[in-house]
Every structure is written in structure tokens, then in C-alpha cells.
T-cell receptor, first 112, second 114 residues
Framework: AQKVTQAQTEISVVEKEDVTLDCVYE???????LFWYKQPPSGELVFLIR????DEQNEISGRYSWNFQKSTSSFNFTITASQVVDSAVYFC?????????WGAGTKLIIKP | EPEVTQTPSHQVTQMGQEVILRCVPI?????FYWYRQILGQKVEFLVS????????KSEIFDDQFSVERPDGSNFTLKIRSTKLEDSAMYFC????????????FGSGTRLTVV
């Protein structure tokens, strides 16, 4: 079965701290794609990153970085030097056929 | 940057009424999707649409739901007889080269069934 687990329901940190959001997935596919989306309080879904199963290189984009570990079926997301504007719900998702399988989301609260 | 546009942003309807949610995908995209998110819960897949037909649909997408691309630009989701449990945020998404390449989501339509 295809499944995405985000075990952290809510994380609260003080601004400028680093924070890591965990994502563990299950799939029987040999080729698959993983995604992270951000949902700010305004409600829209904002694409952050796509990673295919053959590319295990970590990726960094400004203060954001992603750690893909196929051996542990994890695709974790780290925000360095967090800011209040990072407060949002973050979703990890797995592509399966024509649909995305979503995790339950992690609500990230950044306190000033 | 190209956008997926959804209208209306918020719709209130009475239980049992039909509702049509509208979406204008990005113009050169070929794959279209509807997802929904009940308040505070995870995002759920409803249906995917390619080449003028449904590619895949979930168990949620029963006979009460239908999709249409009536004029080559709009992509609509119709709920024939709304129930209270249909209250949710409905997101339209489109993709140029298929689901593996990521989607662009619209800003959503909040449907409230009373």
C-alpha cells in the first residue's frame, strides 16, 4: 500500500531556530516521486520541491533543505534560521499513478 | 507566473442542492485534477482527467460527482446533491507533463453545505 506518514502533528519553535519536519513513506513502486507543499494560513497549496526516487542527492534552496534517504524511506525537510513567515502546515506527498498520496501534515508555528 | 484560477472562492449551498465548482487550468497543461481537504484534515484525491476522460478516481468520487471540460479552458467539478459532509476546501490542479512533474494548485474553493 502507498502511504505517507508525518508523525509530527505540530511543532513550535522560536524564530531563528532550525527545525526539521519528518516524512516517512511506503511504496512498492521502484520509480516514484516525492513532494513537499506548504499551506499558509490563507489556505493555498504552495509547491516546494519534487524529488524522484533515483536522485538521492540532498537539495538546498536558501534556508530550505531536503534529505532523501531511500534506505529508511524518509524525505525530511529542514528550515534553517526559521522566520515567522514560515508558519504554515507542511505536507509531504508521494506520487502514485495519477494521484498524490498525502501525509497528514505538520503544523509549524514560529514564535517571534 | 501562470496560475490555476478557481471560482468562486467561497460557496454556501443548501443540502441537496447541486453545485458546480469552476477551474481554469494553466493553458498549456494537459492533466487536470480535483482534490479536497476537509477542515483540519489531510488533502484527499478525488479525480484526475486527461485527454478528455477520467484517468483515475478515488472512492470518494461516487455517482454524485462529475467532471467536465466543456470548452477547452474550463474544468468543472459538479456535485449533484450536496451533503453536509461535502463541506470542504476543493482544490483544482493542473500539470503540463503528467503527475510525476508536480502540480500547480489553484487557491481553492471553500464549499459550505448547510
Amino acid at each position: 500500500a502507498q502511504k505517507v506518514t508525518q508523525a509530527q502533528t505540530e511543532i513550535s519553535v522560536v524564530e531563528k531556530e532550525d527545525v526539521t519536519l519528518d516524512c516517512v513513506y511506503e511504496t512498492r513502486d521502484t520509480t516514484y516521486y516525492l513532494f513537499w507543499y506548504k499551506q499558509p494560513p490563507s489556505g493555498e497549496l504552495v509547491f516546494l520541491i519534487r524529488r524522484n526516487s533515483f536522485d538521492e542527492q540532498n537539495e538546498i534552496s536558501g534556508r530550505y533543505s531536503w534529505n532523501f534517504q531511500k534506505s529508511t524511506s524518509s524525505f525530511n525537510f529542514t528550515i534553517t534560521a526559521s522566520q515567522v513567515v514560515d508558519s504554515a502546515v507542511y505536507f509531504c506527498a508521494l506520487n502514485s499513478n495519477y494521484q498524490l498520496i498525502w501525509g497528514a501534515g505538520t503544523k509549524l508555528i514560529i514564535k517571534p | 507566473e501562470p496560475e490555476v484560477t478557481q471560482t468562486p472562492s467561497h460557496q454556501v449551498t443548501q443540502m441537496g442542492q447541486e453545485v458546480i465548482l469552476r477551474c481554469v487550468p494553466i493553458s498549456n497543461h494537459l492533466y487536470f485534477y480535483w482534490y479536497r481537504q476537509i477542515l483540519g484534515q489531510k488533502v484527499e484525491f478525488l479525480v484526475s482527467f486527461y485527454n478528455n476522460e477520467i484517468s483515475e478516481k478515488s472512492e470518494i468520487f461516487d455517482d454524485q460527482f462529475s467532471v467536465e471540460r466543456p470548452d477547452g479552458s474550463n474544468f468543472t467539478l459538479k456535485i449533484r446533491s450536496t451533503k453536509l459532509e461535502d463541506s470542504a476546501m476543493y482544490f483544482c490542479a493542473s500539470s503540463e507533463r503528467g503527475p510525476n512533474y508536480g502540480y500547480t494548485f489553484g487557491s481553492g474553493t471553500r464549499l459550505t453545505v448547510v
